[in-house]
Structure formats: structure tokens, C-alpha cells
């Protein structure tokens, strides 16, 4: 089981990125992939997650800045994110889990993060 991060970078305030989750190893049946991030000196956060259904989309944090797609064909998971701000600056992980939360700790498999850095 391998889940890629990728698409982070340096971008400013009010600019987008879309980050990809390629995953390999699992069906969409095995689990479901979430997205989170971590700023420096701050703890983990969930920023949203895609359940087996890709209509099942669950998104953690209160702007609505960010959505979540689904290639089946690439088996991708892509976050857009939208109108940044430098609040944003993290390393972003996608990860493989039983069940959707916004904690993590149903995570079986995590992949490396990128990050993204959005300055001002």
C-alpha cells in the first residue's frame, strides 16, 4: 500500500494549488482517503476526507475554501485549495483509513507529506 503526496509549493496569499494523493496497493473498498496537515509547532489537523463514495465527502475545517475530487481511473485524490492565506502554510498528508474522522487515528497508512507554504 502506497499513498504519493504531491502539488505542494510556495504560492501567495489569495492563490491556489491542487495537491494529488496517488494511490496504489488498494481498492476505493479497502479505504478511504482523508487529507490532513500540520503547521509548524501546531498539532495535526483534518482538512477533509473522501469516503468510498466519492459523493461521502466530509470536510473538517469551518471556510469552505477547500474540495476534495476523485480520479478512478488514476486512483488520485486531489484537494483543491483555493484562495490561500499564509494560516495555510503546512505539510499536507493524505492517508489511508477505516473510516473517516478528523483526528487520524483511524489511519492504517500514511503517506509523506507536501508542503505548502503561502506567504503573504
Known amino acids: 500500500v502506497q499513498l504519493q503526496a504531491s502539488g505542494g509549493g510556495l504560492v501567495q496569499a489569495g492563490g491556489s494549488l491542487r495537491l494529488s494523493c496517488a494511490v496504489s496497493?488498494?481498492?476505493?473498498?479497502?479505504?478511504?482517503i482523508g487529507w490532513f496537515r500540520q503547521a509548524p509547532g501546531k498539532e495535526r489537523e483534518g482538512v477533509s476526507c473522501?469516503?468510498?463514495?466519492?459523493?461521502?465527502t466530509h470536510y473538517y475545517l469551518p471556510e469552505s475554501r477547500f474540495t476534495l475530487s476523485r480520479s478512478d481511473a488514476t486512483k488520485t485524490v486531489y484537494l483543491h485549495l483555493k484562495n490561500l492565506q499564509p494560516e495555510d502554510t503546512a505539510v499536507y498528508y493524505c492517508?489511508?483509513?477505516?473510516?473517516?474522522?478528523?483526528?487520524?487515528?483511524?489511519?492504517?497508512?500514511w503517506g509523506r507529506g507536501t508542503e505548502v507554504t503561502v506567504s503573504s
Open positions: 492517508a489511508g483509513l477505516v473510516r473517516c474522522s478528523s483526528d487520524g487515528h483511524d489511519a492504517r497508512k
Open positions: 496497493g488498494i481498492t476505493w473498498d479497502d479505504y478511504v
Open positions: 473522501m469516503g468510498v463514495d466519492s459523493w461521502n
